[in-house]
T-cell receptor, first 113, second 111 residues
């Protein structure tokens, strides 16, 4: 069964540094998403992406965040100047269409020191 | 009012019990609805989509009431392996697609 893959599984970064989280969505899917989950809290929507542009974003997704699809397979989330509160699990997901169920990668645990 | 609200839980039930999860959503324009399960420190996994006509998958039954903005999940004959957090998920097209997760309801099934 095709799956969403994310790398790295764990990223440790100093506060203020830039970090790039990578995802390879399922190949025939057209919609891509990023979520974060702070330990012990709910899954929070960050951004959806379709047709090479942001479709929707939440209030969490401020100027320090950006997303990109640099080639035909990867989908990346960049955090420009990390803060301690960015420590969380980041999940990538993809779906065939916007209304369809999303399939999640197994996440990248980001730890900011 | 929260965008997606679930029973806070946790639910502690014996094996074989029937357990019901409830969820309400605030945006009447929401278009698609799902139940996911999440095991500790793992990714959410799709359990089932939810339709107004109701749908069933083995021991699991989901129902949507658009008029009341209410979604339910029923698990019959619960197993130890059903222990997880159950997440109500609502998808809304506000020009772009935005997906809101409920906080989840933790289920513990005991032998």
């Amino acid at each position: 069964e095709p799956e969403v893959t994310q790398t790295p599984s764990h990223q440790v970064t100093q506060m203020g540094q830039e970090v790039i989280l990578r995802c390879v969505p399922i190949s025939n899917h057209l919609y891509f998403y990023w979520y974060r989950q702070i330990l012990g809290q709910k899954v929070e929507f960050l951004v959806s992406f379709y047709n090479n542009e942001i479709s929707e974003k939440s209030e969490i997704f401020d100027d320090q965040f950006s997303v990109e699809r640099p080639d035909g397979s990867n989908f990346t989330l960049k955090i420009r100047s990390t803060k301690l509160e960015d420590s969380a699990m980041y999940f990538c997901a993809s779906s065939e269409w916007g209304r369809e169920p999303q399939h999640f990668g197994d996440g990248t645990r980001l730890s900011i020191l | 009012r929260k965008e997606v609200e679930q029973d806070p839980g946790p639910f502690n039930v014996p094996e074989g019990a029937t357990v019901a999860f409830n969820c309400t959503y605030s945006n009447s324009a929401s278009q698609s609805f799902f139940w996911y399960r999440q095991d500790c420190r793992k990714e959410p996994k799709l359990l089932m989509s939810v339709y107004s006509s109701g749908n069933e998958d083995g021991r699991f039954t989901a129902q949507l009431n658009r008029a009341s903005q209410y979604i339910s999940l029923l698990i019959r004959d619960s197993k130890l392996s059903d222990s997880a957090t159950y997440l109500c998920v609502v998808n809304t097209n506000t020009g772009g697609f935005k997906t809101i997760f409920g906080a989840g309801t933790r289920l513990f099934v005991k032998a």
